[in-house]
């Protein structure tokens, strides 16, 4: 049974760079899955961040592309988001997650496993 | 970008009752691209529903997903008291959003 985890500075400084990675077990990152960063500020709905293949092909949130890059590292089995330019804005709960693969070759579109969540605050 | 409504707010309701909530689209959705989630306090959100009306993996069959275009609904059909927690909707156009949420609380 596949399972992710994420890791990382649990506070980041405003301007500065978060960064946390995403551990999965028990399968491959090389399956044909797409794999995903959405976050959660605290009392609000969830935001999907961006996502990456295993060839490291990428698609962002538009509201975000401009300080997202989410990179893989298939030898080490894991993930890694960055954001650049934090603020107050930027404190949430993210979670890692994988995007549901094809089933008998028709994609569909949802998040069938999940990490825990880290919560990340950004503060001085 | 798409905006999904969800509504009620808050639903509350008893037990065994049959839970109702809806997920309104600003445009159209592929039901493909339709999906449903539970989530309990200081857990991540678990997956009930994909392509508008197909139970995941492992989910009861008291949860049922139905609706084409802009409105979806997602219903319980009897609550158990596992079931009080908060539901979002989610979709993928030219991005992905996910709904504000319904939380469903006993009465």
């Known amino acids: 049974q596949v399972q992710l985890q994420e890791s990382g500075p649990g506070l980041v400084k405003p301007s500065g760079t978060l960064s946390l990675t995403c551990a999965v077990s028990?399968?491959?990152?090389?399956?044909?899955?797409?794999w995903s960063w959405v976050r959660q500020p605290p009392g609000k709905r969830l935001e999907w961040i961006g996502e990456?293949?295993?060839?490291?092909?990428?698609n962002y949130n538009p509201s975000l592309k401009s300080r997202v890059t989410i990179s893989v590292d298939k030898s080490k089995n894991q993930f890694s988001l960055k954001l650049s330019f934090v603020t107050a804005a930027d404190t949430a709960v993210y979670y890692c997650?994988?995007?549901?693969?094809?089933?008998?070759?028709?994609?569909?579109?949802?998040?069938?496993?999940w990490g825990q969540g880290t919560m990340v605050t950004v503060s001085s | 970008e798409t905006v999904l409504t969800q509504s009620p707010g808050t639903l509350s309701l008893s037990p065994g009752e049959r839970a109702t909530l809806s997920c309104r689209a600003s445009?159209?959705?592929?039901?493909?691209?339709l999906a449903w989630y539970q989530q309990k306090p200081g857990q991540a959100p678990r997956l009930l529903i994909y392509?508008?009306?197909t139970r995941a993996t492992g989910i009861p069959d008291r949860f049922s997903g139905s609706g084409s275009g802009t409105d979806f609904t997602l219903t319980i059909s009897r609550l158990d008291p596992e079931d009080f927690a908060v539901y979002y909707c989610q979709q993928y156009g030219s991005s992905r959003t996910f709904g504000g949420g319904t939380k469903v609380e006993i009465k």
């Open positions: 997650a994988r995007n549901l693969p094809p089933i008998f070759g028709v994609v569909f579109d949802a998040f069938d496993i």
């Open positions: 028990g399968g491959s990152l090389s399956s044909s899955s797409w």
């Open positions: 445009q159209s959705v592929s039901s493909r691209y």
């Open positions: 990456i293949y295993h060839d490291g092909g990428t």
């Open positions: 392509a508008a009306s």
